[in-house]
Nanobody, 123 residues
Framework: QVRLVESGGGLVQAGGSLRLSCAASGGTFSNYDIGWFRQAPGKERELVARVRRNGAIKHYADSVKGRFTISRDNAKSTVYLQMGSLKPEDTAVYYC????????????????WGQGTQVTVAT
């Protein structure tokens, strides 16, 4: 069983940048696809980006393409989400999640979740 811990959230001005980290422990990290999700108040949880276990295949939500970059370092059991050109609509709790099977944009594909980190983008 893998344990995930997110960090790096905070308050940032619109147009600014943040880098989120997701540190994993307790499992063989390279066996998992990792997704970054977010959930804003009153909205459903949505996939922001995901990276396959070998790091070579990545997918992004249309809303963040060109602004966010997902990467992973299997040696450090960590996945990063570099967020740039942030907008107020990016405000949400951001979660990382791990999938041992085939992952898609569906949160139900992911077995393990972190506790989340708040990102707030001010105008």
């Amino acid at each position: 069983q893998v344990r995930l811990v997110e960090s790096g959230g905070g308050l940032v001005q619109a147009g600014g940048s943040l880098r989120l980290s997701c540190a994993a422990s307790g499992g063989t990290f390279s066996n998992y696809d990792i997704g970054w999700f977010r959930q804003a108040p009153g909205k459903e949880r949505e996939l922001v980006a995901r990276v396959r276990r070998n790091g070579a295949i990545k997918h992004y939500a249309d809303s963040v393409k060109g602004r966010f970059t997902i990467s992973r370092d299997n040696a450090k059991s960590t996945v990063y989400l570099q967020m740039g050109s942030l907008k107020p609509e990016d405000t949400a709790v951001y979660y990382c999640a791990a999938s041992l099977g085939i992952s898609t944009f569906d949160p139900n594909d992911y077995e393990y979740w972190g506790q989340g980190t708040q990102v707030t983008v001010a105008t």
